[in-house]
């Protein structure tokens, strides 16, 4: 069967997510609503949403979980023909605390020794990555195993060499590194494939260890990136090209919900607005106003836009349509 082209590719790992129906102490929740959960799936839900053609790899379990995420795969419009289902391993899951103050939640992870963390270079379609324009990629999923790792620069230096472009959020996850040392070493080196890249400025300083958002940008457009655009939370955003430098004012939030997805929803904004061939400074806003959208809802995904919903916000994107 000939393979679909695509706007974006990605790859990661997507887990049942278990949030607690009340606010407080995770521990004292007695009832859960189930959802589905993960950085790079929730960049291709938002994607997707807008009206890209999306295509997610992974490895789920054979199990209720597994069908789980690939029914939720489905009712997003998001390709999953390359999707493996495991027969030896599980499919993860988290807990997630409910915080009505606006407060970050709490999350434990059941996720070692799950079916994604066995993705390897043996997961690698040369003809269905190479279907996509666009490849996305985090720095989730090259923490979860050494041979995820392993996949992930394989990806980036296939797509590269045939020309796509290459988007990367380092969505740090120190845990799941045996050292920031080599998280940031590894994590640095996956970032210079990228085009773009999408560091959160604690994470800019924990990879680079350089303060400002300035120098931050800098060592990544020093090692190959055509722009980088650094996530300030209520400060906006600060844009660096070689030849444009910007902070771009956040979007006005009304309440503060759930701050989780906030950074994925910011690439979904960044991603869709350049596959559109606008400006840098428009995927910057874009990007600031579906992340303040993400926060406002509570859930990983649920407040990512359609393309209506994205149209029709009263955001700052009103003045470039």
Same mark, same amino acid.
């Given at each position: ?14 887990? #049942?997510?278990?949030? $607690?129906? @009340?606010?407080?102490?995770?521990? *004292?929740?007695? =009832? !859960? ?118 996949? #992930?620069?394989?990806? $980036?230096? @296939?797509?590269?060499?045939?020309? *796509?472009?290459? =988007? !990367? ?122 992340? $303040? ?29």
């Amino acid at each position: 069967m000939p393979v679909k082209s695509l706007d974006v590719v990605t790859y990661g790992e997507a887990m #049942a997510m278990f949030v $607690a129906s @009340e606010s407080g102490d995770l521990a *004292k929740a007695k =009832s !859960f609503v189930k959802r589905a959960a993960g950085a790079e799936l929730n960049v291709a839900t938002g994607l997707a949403r807008l009206g890209f053609r999306v295509g997610w790899v992974s490895r789920v379990g054979r199990d209720s979980f597994g069908r789980f995420v690939l029914e939720t795969l489905a009712s997003e419009g998001i390709d999953s023909t390359a999707v493996t289902i495991d027969e030896r391993y599980p499919t993860a899951f988290q807990l997630k605390s409910r915080n009505d103050d606006g407060s970050d939640p709490e999350i434990e992870y059941f996720r070692q020794g799950s079916a994604a963390s066995q993705l390897s270079i043996a997961d690698y379609r040369p003809e269905y990555f190479q279907a996509a324009r666009h490849l996305h990629l985090s720095g989730v999923a090259p923490a979860i195993s050494a041979s995820s790792l392993e996949l #992930a620069f394989h990806i $980036a230096g @296939e797509m590269r060499a045939a020309g *796509k472009s290459i =988007s !990367f959020d380092p969505n740090l996850r120190p845990t799941l590194w045996r050292s920031r040392e080599i998280m940031a070493d590894r994590l640095n080196a996956l970032a210079s494939y990228a085009d773009w890249v999408l560091p959160g400025l604690e994470e800019g300083r924990i990879l680079t260890g350089l303060a400002s958002p300035h120098d931050i940008a800098g060592f990544y457009l020093a090692r190959g990136a055509s722009g980088v655009i650094v996530k300030l939370g209520s400060a906006g955003a600060y844009l660096r090209t070689a030849r444009q430098e910007a902070t771009i004012p956040a979007a006005p939030v009304a309440k503060v919900v759930d701050t989780v997805g906030a950074g994925d929803g910011f690439a979904v904004g960044v991603i869709s607005a350049l596959l559109e061939g606008r400006d840098a400074h428009f995927a910057a806003t874009r990007g600031n106003l579906i992340g $303040a959208m993400a926060i406002q809802v509570s859930g990983d995904s649920e407040g990512l836009p359609t393309r209506k919903q994205l149209v029709d916000c009263n955001g700052p994107l009103k003045q470039h349509r």
